[in-house]
């Protein structure tokens, strides 16, 4: 097999494919990073004037507090999902997928190329998220590093995620069935809104299969300094399962699974 032209990998290409993803939901910014922004502020909002002045603290600090990261998490995961699954959805109902995979790019520059366009749109929605946290409620970033690398991995799981949900889905209606009744429920029953430690036993051995509460936790102890487990089991579960998801992108899409007629 002859050396490609443009190289071991396709840098231009790559770089083309992570700017048409960012120019792509930064055309419609108020649906993409200013919704979500006031989408989390509501729930605050909502979560505070009903049960926050009678919740008490949670893990040594007010309920409002204890909130705020995990809606910051949970709306980078569902930004980040929403940004590749329906870039895929799209070209696919409009016939135009082949335009992206006729160019020189292989499966996993492909992969790289969706991810990194995801993982930005996650990534802005938690910098507005975060802005508005320091200015509106006062609070800090007790481990930033952590706070970011959870950030970032969290928009890499659920942008491949989104691929997966993509590649899968034929028509708007399996897109959204997937979202509304899988998820959906992941996110919220994650440990965004609770301690999972208020939960009965059984339950909360099922929440600790659940990737996301690792990711809702892993911020909250970027933010907080406090958390429902150690940060770096999350880190090695949200590792581990962020290489796993990306390891099928590339597999379906060297297959052309689902992509090719």
């Known amino acids: 097999m002859g050396v490609r032209r443009f ?31 006031v989408t989390a502020g509501l729930f605050l909002a909502v979560f505070s004037l009903a049960i926050g002045p009678t919740r008490g603290q949670v893990m040594g600090v007010p309920y409002v507090n204890f909130l705020a990261p995990g809606l910051l998490m949970m709306t980078v995961i569902q930004n980040a999902f929403a940004n ?27 992969v790289a190329g969706y991810v990194i366009g995801g993982m930005a749109r996650g990534v802005f929605v938690a910098i507005a998220i975060l802005l508005a946290m320091v200015l509106f409620l006062g609070m800090g970033v007790a481990h930033p590093l952590w706070a970011l690398i959870f950030a970032l991995l969290g928009g890499a799981f659920m942008a491949g995620l989104g691929m ?75 590792g581990a399962s962020t290489a796993a998801i990306l390891g099928l992108c590339w597999h379906w899409l060297r297959r052309g699974y689902r992509l090719k007629a």
Not at 8 to 25: H, M
Not at 95 to 107: C, F, H, Q, R, Y
Not at 171 to 193: C, E, H, R, W, Y
């Open 7 to 37: 190289g071991r990998v396709n840098w231009l290409g790559v770089t083309t494919l992570c700017k048409r993803e960012i120019y792509r939901f930064m055309a419609v910014w108020t649906q993409t990073v200013a919704a979500p922004l």
């Open 84 to 110: 590749t699954s329906s870039s895929l959805v799209i070209a696919k109902v409009q016939g135009n997928i082949v335009d992206t995979l006729m160019p020189p790019l292989s499966a996993g520059e492909l």
């Open 164 to 238: 997966i949900a993509g590649i899968y889905a034929a028509k708007f209606d399996q897109m959204a069935a997937i979202t509304n009744f899988v998820i959906t429920p992941l996110s919220f029953l994650s440990g965004t809104f609770y301690s999972v430690e208020s939960l009965p036993k059984a339950l909360q051995v099922i929440t600790h299969f659940n990737p996301i509460f690792y990711l809702i936790d892993g911020m909250r102890y970027g933010v907080l300094g406090t958390s429902d487990s150690s940060a770096w089991l999350g880190l090695s579960v949200c």
